[in-house]
């Protein structure tokens, strides 16, 4: 069973994981994200800096966003699916 962790303790490797942030609503989400690091987006080409690095997140099927989370766990994992396990 697994429960969210802190947000230092998630792999930064490009892996996929359930990232939990909150946005500017102070609405707390969950998505599927991935740590991309300055070398990985340099190597897709375009013009990237230090501020690109970071999580993100798919808002749909074409958009991404850069987001902060606050705590992670692996993809596939969810509390609501766990709670409802236990019950």
């Known amino acids: 069973m697994s429960k969210k ?3 230092s303790s998630a792999p930064t490797d490009g ?3 359930q990232i939990f942030w909150t946005d500017e609503d102070g609405q707390e ?3 599927i994200g991935q740590y991309r690091s300055l ?3 340099k190597a ?3 013009q990237w ?3 690109d690095a970071g ?3 798919f808002t ?3 958009t991404q966003k850069k987001v902060t989370p606050t705590g992670w766990q692996p993809a596939g994992k969810s509390e609501d699916s766990e709670e409802a396990e236990e019950e």
Do not use: A, Y
Request: no cysteine; aromatic share 8%.
């Open 55 to 57: 999580w993100w997140i």
């Open 44 to 46: 897709t080409g375009g």
């Open 15 to 17: 892996s996929k994981v």
């Open 60 to 62: 749909d099927s074409n």
């Open 29 to 31: 989400n969950q998505s």
């Open 5 to 7: 962790q802190s947000i």
């Open 49 to 51: 800096d230090e501020t």
């Open 39 to 41: 070398d990985r987006l």
